[in-house]
T-cell receptor, first 107, second 115 residues
Framework: AQRVTQPEKLLSVFKGAPVELKCNYS??????LFWYVQYSRQRLQLLLR??SRESIKGFTADLNKGETSFHLKKPFAQEEDSAMYYC?????????FGTGTRLTVIP | DAGVTQSPTHLIKTRGQQVTLRCSPI?????VSWYQQVLGQGPQFIFQ???????GRGNFPDRFSARQFPNYSSELNVNALLLGDSALYLC??????????????FGPGTRLLVL
């Protein structure tokens, strides 16, 4: 069965510091993974997806099949990155979300 | 375009009652999915509808039902409400049936409180 684990509920970093939000998954097939973000008082929105291999707002995520991980990274955190981040895996025609990590960037 | 809209924004019900939540997808989108988000958890998939047919169902009891109308709007019904049904209910739409290539756009949610 599909499962996504985000081990950190809260993560605080200083502005300009690197940030890494962890995501581990379990899936029997070839996974399609996503990161969603929810800024304060805004809707849940797609940040990036594995299949497009793009960088959005300076964030990247690499799929590591050996470690079954899809960590989200950004080299220099900005205050506007403070938000709730959810890792999700696609399976059975829907998304399975992790429990989320709240990122706070300290000025 | 206002994006995905949901009504009502907030709702208070008592145990045993029934509730209907509504969702209007982005214009032109044919697929609607429903998610339940309990406080402190990620969204959990309930249903997907595409072209008025159910295309997926999550691990929820039969008290939960949904339908999609010819204009692609959707309703989620929950019968015999339990305290544990208190949650934020999210609707998401996509242009076509939600597969890994599609992008889902989420609505603001309906917050349901069951007393």
């Amino acid at each position: 069965a599909q499962r996504v684990t985000q081990p950190e509920k809260l993560l605080s970093v200083f502005k300009g510091a690197p940030v890494e939000l962890k995501c581990n998954y379990s899936y029997s097939g070839s996974p399609e993974l996503f990161w969603y973000v929810q800024y304060s008082r805004q809707r849940l929105q797609l940040l990036l997806r594995h299949i497009s291999r793009e960088s959005i707002k300076g964030f990247t995520a690499d799929l590591n099949k050996g470690e079954t991980s899809f960590h989200l990274k950004k080299p220099f955190a900005q205050e506007e990155d403070s938000a709730m981040y959810y890792c999700a895996i696609f399976g059975a025609n829907n998304l399975f979300f992790g429990t989320g990590t709240r990122l706070t960037v300290i000025p | 375009d206002a994006g995905v809209t949901q009504s009502p924004t907030h709702l208070i019900k008592t145990r045993g009652q029934q509730v209907t939540l509504r969702c209007s997808p982005i214009s032109g989108h044919k697929s609607v999915s429903w998610y339940q988000q309990v406080l402190g958890q990620g969204p959990q998939f309930i249903f997907q509808y595409y072209e008025k047919e159910e295309r997926g169902r999550g691990n929820f009891p039969d008290r939960f039902s949904a339908r999609q109308f010819p204009n692609y709007s959707s309703e989620l019904n929950v019968n015999a409400l339990l305290l544990g049904d208190s949650a934020l209910y999210l609707c998401a739409s996509s242009l076509e049936q939600f597969l890994d290539q599609e992008t889902q756009y989420f609505g603001p949610g309906t917050r349901l409180l069951v007393l």
